[in-house]
Structures are given as C-alpha cells and as structure tokens.
C-alpha cells in the first residue's frame, strides 16, 4: 500500500519559516519524481515545486528565491523549505510522486500564514 504522509504543517507569522517533510512508503521512492502542490480556499491546486529522480528541481514563480525543494533518497522522505513566507502562501500542500502514468498524493497538510 502506498502512502504519502506530510508532516510539518502549521501558523506562522509572515516571513517566518516553515519545513514540510512528506515520507513516502510502498513506492521505490527514488524512481518517482517528487512535488508540492497547494490549494488555497476557492483556488485550484497549482503545482509549488518539483524535483525529479536526478534531482533537478524547478518552481512556480510566486515562491522563487524563498522555497527549496529537497530528496533524501535514504529516508525515502521529500521536503520544502519555506522562508519568507506570505499570507498568500496559506493553502493546503500536498506532497504529490509521480512516474510514468502512475501518481499518488498525500492527505494534505494546512499551512496558515497570518500575524
């Protein structure tokens, strides 16, 4: 069974940090091409940052120069650094692997940025 489970989620003050982790399991995790993804109250999910196999990494413009995607293959576990953060960063992430025509998301985790 495949699972996705994100982690790190919360309220943070504007321009604080935050670090979402996403653990993966039943996958061979360093086949899959790793992302973030984000939906905001009344928007559609858009993709935040994505990093392949061999770990080329690229970003929606919005969160350029303040967000970092990572892999550690060894722990089977992608994550995303948040620095800088905005208000319009407040949506649900969810950690997304894909490979091929075969995809799996996670349940989602809330990140509020609000003073």
């Known amino acids: 069974q495949v699972q996705l489970v994100e982690s790190g989620g919360g309220l943070v003050q504007p321009g604080g940090s935050l670090r979402l982790s996403c653990a993966a399991s039943g996958i061979i995790f360093s086949n899959y091409n790793m992302a973030w993804y984000r939906q905001a109250p009344g928007k559609q999910r858009e993709l935040v940052a994505r990093?392949?196999?061999?770990?080329?990494?690229n970003y929606v413009d919005s969160v350029k120069g303040r967000f970092t995607i990572s892999r550690d293959n060894r722990k089977n576990t992608v994550y995303l650094q948040m620095n800088s953060l905005k208000p319009d960063d407040t949506a649900v992430y969810y950690c997304y692997a894909g490979i091929l025509r075969r995809d799996y998301w996670g349940q989602g985790t809330q990140v509020t940025v609000s003073s």
């Open positions: 990093i392949t196999t061999g770990h080329n990494s």
